[in-house]
């Protein structure tokens, strides 16, 4: 064993292999593998192998396909057999509305360059004769599924690695993790110590302990899983060919061909987490789980009615093993926050689907200081303190149990809720709302009428909050709106050194002393980091404004470039609250509510003051993402529910009415303005976005410049447009392809229904060529394609007069 590495993994899974070899492959030497027992020895041993693409989330789909990819070339490269059998796979839909979304994500497919297609219930009959399907109303096909030896799959990974330079040590058990004066790792073994720059912890089943070694609680939690394999059955063997794998989404279980048998999974609605408080040391000797049968029955029922052969066919072999989930079933990757050079590559729940994408993305992200998309979706950084062992155990739980269920786009799952609500919870409670969560914290959707109960249908279409958002946004841009906007992110950066540090980070130029300025920030590669409001408090002082759920992301970033600067960042979203007031009477409504004069010439557009507001110290600062007359008043927590409430009563006199987040979406659709996670992301630019208008391209000197000026004259071919849909009872709302003759175009980013132009409306990033051509464009929904056309300016208010008003 070395005394000194670049790069310590710790667990040779298949997530730790996978990384190895993909640190290996991008020209990374001296970096080695610790594994307590021997590979495989965690998860990885016992997994069923199978592998699919398919994935409500785009980025995890990308990463599923390149892994599935991936498999031919790593078994000729480490000259290990892998037992590939592409076999092809159904995902096969009985209610009406899982074929509704089977259809939708068809079309989706074509923009991530997936190749799946529609089968009618007789094709799939035809492609799995054992299956009943008289209640099928269809099945996606992607000839890209099918299933693998696990064994091998982990096996060829460490060989892939170790043709390339890396160190595997086998036998060798992580009991310490020390970062020294030395600014490495000093890792602590059963076999010695290592010094490492880097460590990565791929500890699968273990990666909580591993965690807590390095003083870090990492946010997954195992789960106990079944899977049954049967005796043979000779239909199979008279086939004369093999039997594609299948999910049945609705029966919520998937099966592939053993062989001549069938193997059998299922995720049992009665979820239970395994060794809740830690993984003992001890387990893991290939060992497994004893079998719950009871808690399966339920699933199995299903299962025997879809596959009735089942019901004369014995059971081989029952396997019960964990393996670990996170809150929302993504993996937990990258540099953990709070810590130096430690990362992460855990939580992965389907590792042969998932683990090559996951080893990709890290050994980039290592390598390079990015990965080469946006992978906010699987980001470590994603979740927050709320992220208790409890929160964890619960919410994984109920990921684990609704593994196959539709996931209503408009939908908010229940458990853990609420964990944490905002000094207006019971107000807005009171006033009929209807509550999603964002980063924990629950936040006002829409409000329902005082004689309804408040509740919104789960649906792929418009549902019941419809109407009632129209009048919340006939509200605010005709009298007034109020929203609670304590979620937005404030972060305070002051110090020796801090306009030096921000205007470095910041790609705009930094407002003035009582300003307001949208700031962009790039990553090196130019891509966007954040669509951050700054504030200019003082000289050296600043606060900035953002998402929400993007704290740890953000805190993170400013940690490592604020280091050495005299800079320092502190964050003050929960300490202050604030509400926003916009619409023609929000001017109003503030002045009856302060002493002072707040008209436009003494606050114009784009600044800020403080003020006495309702009693409270107030900063009020004049904006507002609604592009209406506008003000967002933040107080320090304490003082929120008297300031809401004092504005309540004052309002009522001026048309004001409580406004939720679907009413904000449909203001902002009708004014062009993008969301982050959506418009802008890791994945744009700003000439693609547009946000190139705040940055400062004659600065000297800010994170990315180069690749912003590089982009500045060879423009993108994609750039963010507003479409106008011709929609009949449903919107457009991510990922949906815009279509020019059967061609894909481009790719729709987020949509809604915008109330006050009566126009469905959808942003999406088209191809310059094809808007140029003025061919006609589409863009499905829900698996129709529907005529669309490219707005010139904003759907309202194109010169921005109401802003400015
Ligand atoms: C019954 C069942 C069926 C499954 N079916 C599928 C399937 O069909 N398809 C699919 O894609 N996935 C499937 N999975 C999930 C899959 O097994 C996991 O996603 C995958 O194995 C996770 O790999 P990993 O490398 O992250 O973790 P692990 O396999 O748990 O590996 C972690 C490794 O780290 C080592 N380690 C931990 N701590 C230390 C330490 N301190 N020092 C040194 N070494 C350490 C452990 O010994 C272990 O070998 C299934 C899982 C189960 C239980």
Redesign the pocket.
């Known amino acids: 064993m070395k005394s000194q590495v670049r790069v310590l993994v710790?667990?040779?899974?298949?997530?730790?292999?996978?990384v190895l070899y993909h640190l290996a492959k991008l020209g990374w030497t001296d970096i080695a593998l610790?594994?307590?027992?021997?590979?495989?020895?965690?998860?990885?041993?016992?997994?069923?192998?199978?592998?699919h693409a398919l994935n409500g989330d785009a980025t995890m789909s990308r990463l599923q396909s390149y892994t599935i990819g991936l498999y031919r070339e790593l078994e000729r490269f480490s000259g290990q057999d892998i037992g590939l059998h592409y076999t092809g796979g159904l995902n096969v839909a009985a209610t009406a509305e899982r074929w509704d979304l089977l259809r939708a994500d068809c079309e989706r497919h074509r923009v991530l360059g997936l190749d799946t297609t529609l089968l009618s219930p007789g094709e799939v009959a035809e492609r799995f004769p054992l299956m009943d399907v008289s209640d099928v109303k269809g099945a996606l096909f992607d000839p890209m599924e099918g299933?693998l030896d696990?064994y091998g799959a982990?096996i060829a990974f460490a060989k892939a690695a170790r043709r390339l330079g890396a160190e595997v040590y086998r036998h060798?058990?992580?009991?310490a993790l020390t970062f020294g004066p030395r600014r490495s790792w000093t890792v602590t073994?059963d076999q010695g110590s290592i010094e490492a720059e880097h460590v990565v912890n791929?500890?699968?089943?273990?990666?909580r302990?591993?965690g807590h070694?390095a003083g870090v609680e990492l946010p997954l939690v195992p789960?106990?899983?079944?899977?049954l394999i049967t005796e043979d059955i000779p239909e199979i063997a008279q086939l004369g060919r093999e039997l594609p794998v299948v999910v049945d989404l609705d029966g919520e279980m998937?099966l592939?061909p053993e062989r001549h048998a069938l193997l059998l999974?299922v995720y049992e609605r009665d979820a239970t987490p395994w060794s809740r408080d830690g993984?003992p040391?001890t387990f893991?000797d290939n060992e497994?789980l004893p079998p719950q049968l009871d808690r399966l029955t339920d699933s199995l029922e299903k299962g025997f009615r879809r596959f009735p052969r089942l019901n004369t066919t014995g059971i081989r072999k029952i396997?019960?093993?964990?393996?670990?989930f996170t809150p929302d079933g993504n993996?937990l990757v990258g540099p953990v926050p709070g810590l130096r050079n430690f990362w992460s590559?855990?939580?992965?729940?389907?590792?042969?689907?998932?683990?090559g994408g996951?080893g990709k993305t890290l050994a980039e992200w290592m390598t390079a200081g990015e990965p080469e998309c946006d992978v906010f979706g699987l980001d470590v950084a994603r979740f927050g303190p709320y992220a208790t062992r409890d929160y964890v155990a619960v919410k994984s739980s109920e990921f684990y149990s609704r593994r196959f269920r539709i996931a209503y786009p408009n939908e908010f799952w229940p458990a853990a809720r609420p964990a944490k609500v905002t000094a207006l919870h019971n107000l807005l409670q009171a006033d009929n709302g209807v509550f999603g969560v964002s980063y924990g914290v629950e936040t006002a959707l829409f409000f329902a009428p005082k004689d309804q109960l408040p509740h919104e249908a789960p649906s792929l279409r418009r549902s019941n909050a419809f109407e009632h958002v129209a009048e919340e946004c006939r509200a605010a841009r005709s009298t007034a709106g109020i929203l609670d906007c304590s979620t937005f992110a404030k972060y305070e950066v002051s110090g020796k050194g801090a306009h030096e540090a921000l205007d470095r980070l910041l790609a705009a130029r930094l407002p003035e002393p009582g300003r307001i300025r949208l700031t962009p920030m790039l990553a090196a590669s130019g891509r966007l980091m954040g669509d951050l409001t700054t504030l200019c408090l003082a000289e050296d002082r600043y606060l900035l404004f953002g998402s929400g759920y993007l704290q740890n992301w953000h805190m993170r970033w400013f940690a490592e470039h604020f280091a050495d600067t005299g800079a320092s960042v502190h964050n003050r979203t929960e300490e202050t609250a604030g509400i926003a007031i916009f619409g023609p009477n929000s001017r109003d409504l503030l002045s009856q509510m302060s002493r002072e004069d707040v008209s436009d010439g003494r606050m114009p557009f784009m600044t800020f003051r403080h003020l006495d507001v309702a009693g409270a110290p107030a900063l009020v600062a004049r904006i507002s993402v609604t592009g209406e007359l506008g003000y967002e008043i933040y107080v320090p927590a304490m003082y929120l529910a008297p300031l809401y409430e004092r504005c309540r009563a004052v309002g009522s006199r001026l048309g004001l009415r409580g406004v939720g987040t679907y009413a904000l979406n449909s203001l902002r659709l009708e004014k062009g303005y993008g969301y982050w996670s959506r418009e802008y992301s890791r994945d744009y630019t700003p000439i693609m976005s547009g946000l190139s208008r705040f940055v400062d391209y004659e600065k000297r000197a800010f994170v990315g410049r180069d690749a912003a000026l590089r982009e500045r004259d060879t423009p993108p071919a994609m750039r963010l447009v507003t479409l106008e849909v011709d929609a009949l009872d449903a919107e457009a709302s991510f990922y949906e392809p815009v279509s020019v003759r059967d061609k894909v175009a481009g790719f729709v980013t987020s949509g809604g229904f915008g109330h006050c132009v009566g126009k469905s409306l959808a942003m999406a990033y088209v191809d310059r060529s094809d808007i140029a051509s003025r061919e006609p464009l589409e863009v499905s929904i829900i698996g129709d394609r529907r005529s669309c056309r490219v707005l010139d300016a904003p759907a309202i208010d194109p010169e921005g007069l109401r802003l400015r008003s």
């Open positions: 710790i667990g040779g899974g298949v997530v730790g292999c996978s610790c594994e307590r027992k021997e590979l495989t020895a965690g998860s990885s041993w016992h997994a069923a192998g199978m592998f299933y696990p982990t060798t058990r992580v009991t073994t791929a500890g699968g089943l273990w990666a302990e591993v070694l789960m106990e899983h079944h899977y998937y592939r999974g993984t040391w893991g497994l396997v019960n093993g964990p393996f670990t993996p590559a855990c939580g992965v729940m389907a590792g042969f689907a998932q683990g996951v």
